[in-house]
Each structure stands twice: as structure tokens, then as C-alpha cells.
């Protein structure tokens, strides 16, 4: 059991805020704060919490490519924040949502302060607020970008900067590496399927077409979901759906599996929670009880499961067979009737004038005593005749030179059930007579019960192409892997995890879920020059998740999703919190923000996996599976203990610096992109942590990047064309006029009479 942490006194409990959408409304949000405040008997609050779409726009390039119809952009407030004309009367974090200034975010991507009093807790963070520990995960999901890397960079074309903050596996990856208790977890988007742990007859009443998505599966992010199930916090906070919306989550019992992995992570509901009224369509009720995650630790385990079942049956129906033929042994007469089969066999010639000539006679016999039972699996027994028995004196050979001389002239008979015969034609494979003298000399015997005959040799010419054939079965490999998930993935609507019961010990599986092999290392090494089927199986890090974390003991989480700050709207609520999570005991008010020295080991051990730039077609580096990872954490965990934690330098400096422009409302109003900013906070962090920083980038190669102006869309939408046209009631979004950084007209919707699809 793990430790109990200490208690946090009642004075001592954490007031905190949550509010939902930002939309860059900051006034008006900290103005309902302070008058909620004043109605609840408190000065102020500890902690602001923020779910998403901040929209921090610093100037009106920034704006330019914040992702939203260009009709509602707006400068907002924040760059009052910015520039230091207001400061947040409260200690502010946040996470990144779908309508962001993503530019400004990216140059942020470990977390840091965009404005005084203000922090953006990154693309995925676990920080520390005084006692309490928080976990963030910034972005939406979409399926098709989630297993690409961070190739998004400036200046963006119109898929970058609607794609930029698109959740990726990889941040999801370290997310799911955490194996101590949290406090707090925040998503902009739901995580799926928690619709249904709350009232969700009364969330669809008020939003209907959120119904046909929660049914099918697709309402909310797998993502969110994978760190939900892995961390469970007391508490979840979200936005995105412009609803309030509250929920409770009980975690089922520990079971195997991983979260994500591999982010392969998706859930499977068993047939229990599928709930049909008539009239409608089936849906999946809440996945909380432990009985749903003894389902899904099956489902994982099916494999191994069924290959053990299936054996198990394959031995009790032989014998049970075996058992009935020695009691109809016991019971039949001591000395059976004996009988002799005689066959005869004549070949006919054809000679010129067309008439037939005899040209050789074959006669076989067969004993009774050569005839043996051969049990079927689905309970019926085969006459046959033991090999290579026969007794054949052939009487006369007219033509002992005649090719068709030499093809195998027997016949057998076959009884079924009924008793009744069955004659095979000459030639059948199984009962040839003269098998042994038609065998393939080269063929080489594999004995599928595990009896080896000897070493074999393969010949000079294939073992030449070994190497050859290896590599192209593990070029197949992969992609069935990768075709296999997909399709799987296309059906349930999101990623699949890395969910595998490595106890497993069942016969024939090793421990890592695999197939043990039946044929002995030294033959399949030889066997491997023939086919890349039999190639050995090379030791790699690669390695199946384990067990949830025995010190992450939360059964219940409370989810709260709120709405945008708008008048008439639930966009706002206050709260006290106990934290549960493992801390000194020795924080003291004013609270501060402080690195997690788990957060900075994982963000270590991980830091050669982060990959910048590329293309829209590249993946991320593969998942090498949680006891890996493990491992690397242990050893960075010790690496942070001896130079930050024992030199106290885990506090998060106030090292905000103004980058970028400040924006100036009687300036003009330019369509040009921002320029990219390496922001001194990264490199301040890199440094502090011992990474390198990737986000470093020379004026140089800016301009060189500027001057090549964005990446070219797809052929159907090129960077240089005015507009798009409107789809499904949406206005078309603005192209790039030359490939430069001048933004076009966006195309009309269909409803305000232009062309749409």
C-alpha cells in the first residue's frame, strides 16, 4: 500500500475558480470572479483555471492566425494583460483549446507565463500549486493527426493553423508515464463517454445533436479519456460544448493494461453496457464498474486466452475418443474375423490402328491386420492403410519405359459413420502407394508436435538471400500492423491501446503475450535463410504496458464542464479542495507554482522523441511500451533529485519577458503573418533540465522560412487561391494570395447565397 499523504488542515484547503471557454474575454471574466468572490465571504481566490480557448493574441498577427472564421476575430483583452497596461488580480493557468492563438502557444510548448500572473500550463504538464498537483492536456483530438508529430511551424498555411492544435500521441504518451496520485485534471474537449456518468436525458434536451455522437461513440476525446482512466484526479475540468454539465466517474479495480499508449489505448465495452429501447439506437452506458475493465483486461488477454481454450478442448475431445475406443476394445471379440483385400490393377495401351493392348498387370493385397483407426476431431474414425505396407508383385510389364508406368495405381476404401465404403481414386495424395518414391528429396519435414529429427542445413544459394527475406517480412509485419489498427480504429473512432496482460503465462504464450514458437532456435535460424516466416525474433526494448500504478488509489472523479463567459451563461464556479496527492506538508500561503520532479523526469526521458517541422505525412516515434519507459523515468527521477530538488531549484521563475509586438489599436490593420519568436522561457527550461531545445531557431533560417512563404496545401486547395467555399453552413476560410503571407477572402456559405458543399 502506498503511503498515506499528509492531511491538509481545513484552514489550509485550496479555493479555487473554473471558468470555461476564455474566448479572451479576461475583464469580464475577473470582474464575475471578484463579485462571486465578495458573495461567498472570500477576498479572493487562490487559483484561476481556464479550459481552453484563451486566445492569447498579442498583437493583430497573432489574430491572423488564430483559428476562427475571420469574421469573429477580435482583439479581445488580452493584450492589455500583455503589455502590462492590467495584471491578473489572481494567479491564472490554462490550457490550449481549438480557437488559440497557436503561434504564441507553440513557442511555449513545456508551459510558461504569457502574460504577468498568467501561465499556460503547455501541451501536456503536470504542475505543482502549493499541496496541490495539477495535470493539463491542451488541444482537441482528431483521429487523423493524432499519431503525427509536431510538424506545424511558421508561416502556416490553412491546414496548419487548423491543425496546429490537434492533440498528438506523443504528448499523451508521457501523460500516461505518470504513476503517482493527481489532483486536478484538465482537457479543453470532454474525454469520451463521460457524457454518461451525469444526467445526460437532461444534456440532450438542451443540446439534441449532441445525441447522435455520445450513441455512436464519437462524442468527446479518447485522449482525455486514456489520462482520465490513468490519473484519476478528485476533479476534471472542461469546456469546449458551451454547457454545464457535471458528472461523477468510478474508477473500476486495477487492471492490466496501459493507458494509451498504443497510445495504443482504446476501451471496449462489454455487451452489459450496451442499453436499446426500442425506437432508437443502442448506445454505451457508462464504462466505470470494475466489471467493465475485468472486459476490457479480456479483451486484451484474448489471445492468449483462446490459443489456451482451444488446446485445453483439443486434448478433452481426444480423449474422450480414446476412452470410447478402449471400451469398445474391452467389449469386442478377442480374435476378429481376419480378411485379405485383393487388387487388382490393368494397364491399356492404345496402339496406332486405335485398338487397346493389355500392357501390364499390378496386383496389391492388404492384410487386416495392416489396417489401423485414425480418430477424427469431430468424433467420426478413418480407415486407412498404414503406410508403405502394401504388398505389390506386378505380373507382367509390356513397357516398363512408359512414364505413366511410374504414377501410383492403388485404391483404399474409407468407412464412415455408417459403415459404408468409400473408394479413393488412384493418386490421391494420402494414399499413394509409393509415396517415398515421388518425394521431394529437398523438402524439408517440420514435425508440428514438437519432434526435431536432427539439424538441417540449408542450401549456399538461399542462405545468400536471408537477410533479403528478413527484411521484407518485417517491412510486411509492420504494415499489417498498421492496416490491421486502422481498420479497427475506423470502427470504434479512435486510437487503439497498448493493453496487454504481461502475466500472462498460459500455455503456448510467453510472457509478453506472445506466441512461444514450436520449432527449436537452431532449426528456425536455418529455416529463416528459406522463408522469412521462420526469421528469430530479435530482443528488442519494445515491450507490452503494465499494471496501473499502485500509488494512483482515486476511485471517484468529479467531472465539471462549464460555458463561455457570456452573459446568462454558467461560465464560472468556485470551489474548495483538499488535495490527496503526495506532498512535504511544509507549503506554506502565498501559494507558487513549482515544477513535479515526476513531470521533469518524464519530460527528460522523453525528449529525444520530440520531433519539430517534417511534413504532414510523417508519424511519430513509435511507442516502446510503459516498462521502458519506466526504467528511463527511474533513472531521470534520480537525475532531477540530485540537481533541482536538492539545489531548490524547482520553483517556476517569474521570467515573463515581452517578445513580440505590442499591438497598437491605431496601427494598421495588417493581414500579414506573425513572425516566429523563440521565446526565452523554453530555452531557460531546456537549459534547467538538461534537454536540448529544438524550439531554438536563428533569425537566419526565420527569414529563410518567411521568404519561402507556407507550405503548399494539397492539390484541390492550394496556398494561392483566394478563398474556399462554404461548407455546411460555414463560411469558407481565407487562402494565400501568391504564397505570401496576404490572406484572401474566405468564401460564402451557402445560406448567405454563395456556392457551398
Not at 360 to 382: M, Y
Not at 536 to 561: C, G, Q, Y
Amino acid at each position: 500500500m502506498a503511503a498515506e499523504p499528509p492531511l491538509v488542515a481545513e484552514s489550509a484547503k485550496i479555493r479555487i475558480a473554473v471558468e470555461g471557454c476564455g474566448h479572451g474575454t479576461l475583464n469580464e471574466i475577473y470582474s464575475s470572479l471578484e463579485e462571486r468572490s465578495r458573495a461567498r465571504g472570500w477576498e479572493n481566490v487562490d487559483l484561476l483555471i481556464i479550459c481552453g480557448d484563451f486566445q492569447a493574441c498579442r498583437n493583430q498577427h497573432d489574430l491572423n492566425v488564430t483559428a476562427m472564421p475571420a469574421k469573429y476575430r477580435r482583439m479581445a483583452d488580452f493584450h492589455e494583460y500583455y503589455s502590462g497596461i492590467r495584471k491578473a488580480p489572481c494567479l491564472t493557468v490554462f490550457v490550449g483549446g481549438n480557437h488559440e492563438a497557436s503561434n504564441y502557444l507553440f513557442e511555449l510548448y513545456y508551459g510558461g507565463w504569457v502574460a504577468p500572473n498568467i501561465y499556460y500550463l503547455g501541451t501536456a504538464n503536470v504542475i505543482r500549486f502549493g499541496p496541490l498537483r495539477i495535470a493539463g492536456l491542451s488541444g482537441i483530438y482528431k483521429r487523423y493527426d493524432y499519431y503525427k508529430p509536431h510538424f506545424e511551424r511558421l508561416p502556416y498555411n490553412e491546414s496548419d493553423y487548423y491543425g496546429i492544435y490537434h492533440v498528438r500521441e506523443l504528448d499523451v504518451r508521457k501523460m500516461l508515464n505518470i504513476r503517482t496520485q493527481v489532483d486536478i485534471g484538465i482537457s479543453h474537449d470532454w474525454p469520451q463517454g463521460v457524457e454518461w456518468s451525469g444526467n445526460h436525458t437532461k444534456l440532450f434536451n438542451r443540446k439534441a445533436h449532441l445525441r447522435s455522437d455520445a450513441e455512436a461513440g464519437r462524442l468527446g476525446s479518447p485522449a482525455a479519456k486514456y489520462c482520465l482512466d490513468r490519473l484519476r484526479p478528485t476533479q476534471w475540468f472542461s469546456a469546449h460544448l458551451h454547457i454545464k454539465y457535471e458528472a461523477s466517474i468510478r474508477h473500476g479495480e486495477h487492471s492490466s493494461g496501459r493507458g494509451e499508449g498504443e497510445h495504443r489505448s482504446g476501451p471496449f465495452p462489454s455487451l452489459s453496457n450496451i442499453a436499446h429501447r426500442p425506437g432508437t439506437s443502442p448506445r454505451v452506458l457508462p464504462d466505470t464498474s470494475s466489471a467493465y475493465t475485468q472486459a476490457l483486461s479480456a479483451w486484451n488477454a484474448f489471445p492468449a486466452v483462446a490459443f489456451r481454450v482451444e488446446a485445453d478442448e483439443t486434448k478433452r475431445i481426444r480423449k474422450e475418443q480414446q476412452e470410447e475406443r478402449e471400451g469398445e476394445g474391452s467389449n469386442a471379440t478377442k480374435n476378429p474375423p481376419s480378411y485379405t483385400f485383393n487388387e487388382t490393377w490393368k494397364q491399356v495401351h492404345t496402339n496406332d490402328d486405335l485398338r487397346r493392348e493389355l500392357n501390364s498387370v499390378q496386383r496389391t493385397e492388404v492384410r487386416s491386420d495392416e489396417i489401423k483407426i485414425i480418430p477424427q476431431v469431430d468424433g467420426a474414425v478413418l480407415s486407412a492403410i498404414t503406410p508403405f505396407k502394401r504388398k505389390q508383385s506386378p505380373v507382367s510389364q509390356a513397357n516398363s519405359q512408359d512414364p505413366a508406368s511410374k504414377l501410383p495405381k492403388t485404391t483404399s476404401t474409407e468407412s464412415n459413420d455408417f459403415g459404408d465404403a468409400t473408394p479413393h481414386k488412384s493418386g490421391d495424395a494420402d494414399f499413394r502407394n509409393d509415396v517415398e518414391d515421388h518425394k521431394n528429396k529437398d523438402e524439408i519435414a517440420i514435425d508440428l508436435d514438437d519432434t526435431d529429427d536432427g539439424p538441417l542445413s540449408p542450401k549456399p544459394s538461399e542462405a545468400a538471400n536471408a537477410a533479403d527475406y528478413e527484411s521484407d517480412k518485417k517491412q510486411m509485419t509492420r504494415s499489417a500492423a498498421v492496416n490491421d489498427s486502422r481498420s479497427i480504429e475506423n470502427r470504434n473512432h479512435q486510437p487503439l491501446p497498448s493493453l496487454i496482460d504481461t502475466d500472462s503465462t498460459q500455455e503456448g504464450m510467453d510472457r509478453n503475450g506472445e506466441h512461444r514458437s514450436s520449432v527449436s532456435a537452431d532449426l528456425r535460424s536455418q529455416l529463416a535463410s528459406i522463408s522469412g516466416s521462420f526469421a528469430p525474433t530479435k530482443s528488442s526494448e519494445r515491450s507490452a504496458a503494465l499494471r496501473p500504478p499502485k500509488d494512483i488509489t482515486n476511485t471517484v472523479t468529479s467531472f465539471l464542464a462549464l460555458d463561455k463567459c457570456e452573459s446568462h451563461r454558467q461560465f464560472l464556479e468556485l470551489d474548495e479542495i483538499s488535495p490527496i496527492s503526495e506532498h512535504d506538508g511544509h507549503v506554506a500561503r502565498p501559494y507558487q507554482l513549482a515544477y513535479d520532479k515526476e513531470w521533469l523526469a518524464i519530460t527528460r526521458a522523453f525528449s529525444s522523441e520530440l520531433e519539430l517541422g517534417g511534413s504532414p505525412g510523417d508519424r511519430c516515434p513509435p511507442n516502446l511500451g510503459e516498462p521502458v519507459y519506466s526504467k528511463r523515468v527511474e533513472e531521470e527521477e534520480k537525475w532531477v533529485e540530485e540537481n533541482l530538488v536538492r539545489k531548490g531549484l524547482m520553483k517556476v521563475p517569474a521570467d515573463f519577458a515581452i517578445i513580440a509586438p505590442i499591438y497598437d489599436p491605431q496601427g494598421n490593420s495588417s493581414q500579414s503573418m506573425p513572425r516566429e519568436y523563440p521565446n526565452p522561457q523554453t530555452d531557460t527550461f531546456c537549459k534547467l533540465v538538461g534537454i536540448e531545445n529544438k524550439f531554438d531557431i536563428s533569425d537566419a533560417d526565420i527569414d529563410q522560412r518567411i521568404a519561402q512563404g507556407p507550405r503548399p496545401e494539397n492539390t484541390e486547395r492550394h496556398h494561392n487561391k483566394a478563398g474556399g467555399r462554404g461548407q455546411n453552413n460555414r463560411a469558407g476560410r481565407g487562402g494565400f494570395r501568391g504564397g505570401g503571407y496576404r490572406g484572401g477572402r474566405g468564401g460564402r456559405g451557402w445560406r448567405q447565397g454563395g456556392r457551398g458543399r
